[in-house]
């Protein structure tokens, strides 16, 4: 069986619109499968900002999804720098709107997110089965997070049909709708039911993916065994582990032509595994931008990211009393929880020579962090893959983070025999507790202290290599065991 035609379903891909990792994947992946000869096509939804940046696109269709009035135009571009055929689902009631691709400018879901998605979703099945009048019909389709969940849900009704994958980014995030909600997105009724989408009296668009998908896969080995338990399951875990033979964890990659300190056009200086003295360069940079005292000598901790509990946030929050006892400076860039925040611009407050913040989001910020840290700190409950911390061992910045999902499968602890053997990466700690978080800061700054065996472990980070191209060959392993049990 030949896999060669892969249409790959996802709400966001950088750099047409990003709200976290998932963008960075959808917009690397497919470019890995690419370079692998395969004919890969992206859908998308057609957002004001992705027709924006997508550039010249052509009108390639004019459908209607079922159960829907509106004419629906499926554009084709080119995913920017790539050949790399995108193609948005214009519906403007739908999408064509100011905001964010799930919520709107006050951070507020947009009340009509499942029909946004079962239209979404029902153009996905169209040009799945060649029914869109484009002559094309993928060996594969590769969904991906609960705004694509319901694709497998719709095809696994047809036959002949493509075989399905379905990649859970975040199980914490699944597309719960009420019944109310469900009997106005004119979808199959036997879809409400315990075996198919529904979820303790709730819609999942989720569950649709891991219930119907022929293949499964997380973006971590740890996080696929995490999430067959109640501690991670968030109620799915019975299913997922009935489904554990279909369940696979594929790390992500990273996209070193994108994330490269010799070559990140956004850093002051570029550097390599044998020149990071030149990082004291970028680091005055990145200390000047938060208006923090410039000091060539001085640990600076960078964290970038979500400002939610998800990722600890609120455990370093409640160590910067004891942490700035100590020579230290930190910087954050991110946005999230409104209280977090608001505790964040109070804490700069209170202490303005050794915390600097930047609420929001800023691509060519979050470069300079990477740049100009010496640490990087994510301490994280739970983290499906994490891209971060694969950045900035390629930055030479050394991961500060808790043993869970991705992070325990990509950053080697700094333990003395690692140390000894030359395998150390970074600063692993166990417990999501503020005191754990401390203790492993203080073994980072330990370990900075003596300029040696930093400089061994810094050099060992930057020679790790998370390419794409590794898990790509991964995920053709994977659509060839969908084709085999679809």
């Known amino acids: 069986m030949s896999i060669h035609k892969i249409l790959f379903v996802t709400s966001e891909a950088h750099p047409l619109i990003k709200t976290g990792g998932l963008a960075d994947v959808s917009g690397s992946l497919p470019a890995a499968l690419k370079t692998l000869r395969r004919d890969i096509r992206i859908l998308m939804p057609a957002y004001k900002s992705a027709r924006a940046r997508i550039g010249r696109h052509t009108r390639k269709a004019q459908l209607k999804a ?150 499964l896969n997380t973006v971590s080995p740890q996080y696929a065994r995490e999430i067959c338990t109640p501690e991670f399951g968030c109620g799915l875990e019975n299913l997922l582990s009935q489904r554990a033979d279909r369940l696979a964890g594929i790390l992500n990659g990273a996209d070193y032509s994108q994330w490269n300190p010799a070559r990140d056009p956004h850093l002051a200086a570029n550097y390599n595994p044998f020149t990071t003295e030149k990082k004291k360069i970028n680091k005055r940079q990145l200390q000047k931008l938060y208006n923090l005292p410039i000091d060539d000598g001085v640990p600076l901790i960078g964290l970038v990211g979500r400002l939610v509990e998800q990722k600890g946030f609120d455990l370093l929050l409640a160590i910067l009393p004891q942490l700035f006892q100590r020579r230290v400076q930190v910087v954050v860039l991110g946005s999230g929880d409104k209280s977090l925040e608001h505790r964040l611009e109070m804490a700069v407050r209170e202490y303005p020579d050794k915390l600097g913040a930047h609420i929001g989001y800023n691509e060519a910020l979050a470069h300079q962090v990477e740049g100009g840290a010496d640490m990087f700190l994510m301490p994280s ?106």
């Open 381 to 486: 409950r739970y983290e499906p893959c994490g891209l971060n911390q694969i950045y900035s061992l390629r930055y030479g910045t050394l991961p500060i983070v808790r043993r869970t999902g991705g992070l325990a499968n990509t950053v080697v602890d700094a333990t003395e025999e690692n140390l000894a053997r030359g395998t150390a990466t970074g600063i692993v700690f166990d417990e999501a507790l503020p005191g754990a978080l401390l203790h492993g800061i203080d073994r980072a700054l330990a370990l900075y202290s003596q300029p040696k065996p930093w400089k061994k472990v810094v050099f060992n980070a930057m020679q790790q290599d998370f390419s794409w191209r590794r898990s790509a060959r991964q995920y053709l392993d994977l659509y060839r065991k969908a084709q085999a049990v679809r």
């Open 66 to 215: 079922p159960g829907f009035p509106d004419d629906i135009a499926v554009l084709e571009g080119h995913l920017p720098g790539t050949r790399i055929p995108v193609w948005l689902v214009d519906s403007p009631r739908h999408f064509d709107r100011d905001g964010g691709p799930y919520a709107d400018s006050q951070g507020r879901d947009w009340p009509d997110n499942a029909e946004r998605f079962t239209v979404f979703n029902r153009i996905a099945e169209l040009l799945a089965l060649n029914q869109a009048g484009l002559d094309w019909q993928p060996d594969i389709v590769h969904c991906n997070d609960w705004q694509s969940g319901l694709t497998p849900a719709l095809l696994a009704r047809s036959t002949p049909r493509p075989a399905t994958v379905f990649t859970i980014h975040n199980l914490a995030y699944q597309g719960l709708f009420n019944w109310e909600t469900f009997q106005g997105l004119h979808l199959p009724g036997d879809l409400w039911s315990m075996h198919a989408m529904e979820f303790y009296g709730q819609f999942s668009f989720i569950k649709g993916g891991i219930a119907f998908a022929d293949m």
